[in-house]
Each structure stands twice: as C-alpha cells, then as structure tokens.
C-alpha cells in the first residue's frame, strides 16, 4: 500500500538587488556581495536579482547618479553629465515591476542608499548645501507602490536580528499564503 505525502512546499522567491549577490554591475564595476543572503538565507529562498540601473541601460562601469531636488521634484541625474534618467527609469521601473509581480514574489531586499533602490533616507542633494536623507529610490518607490503587502527590506537593516526574523517570518508566511489562495478555491480561513 502506498502512502501519498504531501507536497513539499516550494521556497520563497525573493528579489534582490544584483549587487547583494555578488554580481559586478555597480557603477565603479563592484559589488557589494551580502553574505548572510547568499550564504544563510539563499539556501532557503530563489533569488531574483534585478539591478535597475543596468537594466536601465547605464552599463558598467559608469559615471555615479543621484537624487536631486529641483523645484518640488526629485530628479535622478548623473551630475558628471548633466544626464536626467528619471523619466525612462520611472517608465522602465513601471515595466519591470508588472513584470516582477507576474513572478508572485514573496519579498525583496533591495540595496541601502541607492537612487535607484534605496528604500528609505537615500541622500536627495539640493543646491550647494549638504543631502538631506529623506529619498526613496525610483524604482524602489515604483515597487511598494505596486506590491503594498510585498514584505520588503534593505539589505542594512537585516543586519539587526529583530528586523531579521521579522522579515524572514513575514517572508515565509507571504510563501504559505501564496501557495495556500494557489490551491484553493475558496479564499482561506482568516482565524485558522
């Protein structure tokens, strides 16, 4: 007599900033390789690396962007240039997020800092004065604002154990739900 187990449940896909898995695409050709992700948490979890800027076209190496203020707008420029990119990456990032959403993603880390997926206080330069920190990166705005109930975090903050196993809970329970509403017909149980 044959016993059926249940299936195995499949990991959680997250996406991720290139960089924080190695890949050189950062502007000076480097990386800024994670080794809690790639070594502890990337057993567990599919990555999705994306990085937008090189995605955007922008190759490797390339002159640094930034946010800037300009008026009441935030910019993202490469000042060595003059080159404004905020137009085609908040059209890029539009494209990409739809086509990340389709992938039914179960979390995102993006990379601190960054004008592109800084998800909180990236530097904003305004004038002559000093950046103040209270930017989010394009396409880091592009994706909270399509996905509100992604759990997303930047690869800095995970460095505190708290916010960690908060994320990698919220992560997990994101994969379960997923994959509980995929083989079900009616909606679940909120109180079970």
Request: aromatic letters at 6%.
């Amino acid at each position: 007599m044959s016993s059926k187990s249940a299936p195995e449940p499949s990991k959680p896909r997250l996406g991720i900033s290139a960089c924080l898995l190695g890949q050189e695409v950062r502007y000076n050709g480097g990386h800024k390789r994670d080794a809690f992700l790639t070594e502890v948490l990337g057993r567990y979890v599919e990555w999705v690396p994306v990085c937008p800027e090189v995605e955007l076209g922008m190759g490797t190496p390339r002159p640094p962007i930034r946010l800037e203020r300009r008026g009441g707008e935030i910019r993202l420029v490469m000042p060595s240039t003059g080159g404004d990119y905020t137009d085609a990456m908040r059209e890029y990032a539009a494209r990409r997020v739809e086509a990340l959403a389709a992938l039914e993603l179960d979390g995102y880390v993006l990379k601190k800092d960054s004008p592109s997926c800084g998800l909180e206080r990236v530097d904003v330069h305004h004038g002559a004065g000093a950046p103040s920190p209270d930017g989010r990166g394009l396409f880091a705005a592009a994706l909270v604002a399509r996905l509100p109930d992604l759990p997303v975090e930047e690869e800095g903050r995970l460095g505190d154990p708290v916010l960690r196993a908060d994320f990698i809970q919220r992560v997990f329970a994101h994969c379960r739900r997923r994959e509980g509403l995929a083989s079900s017909t009616s909606p679940p149980d909120p109180l079970s």
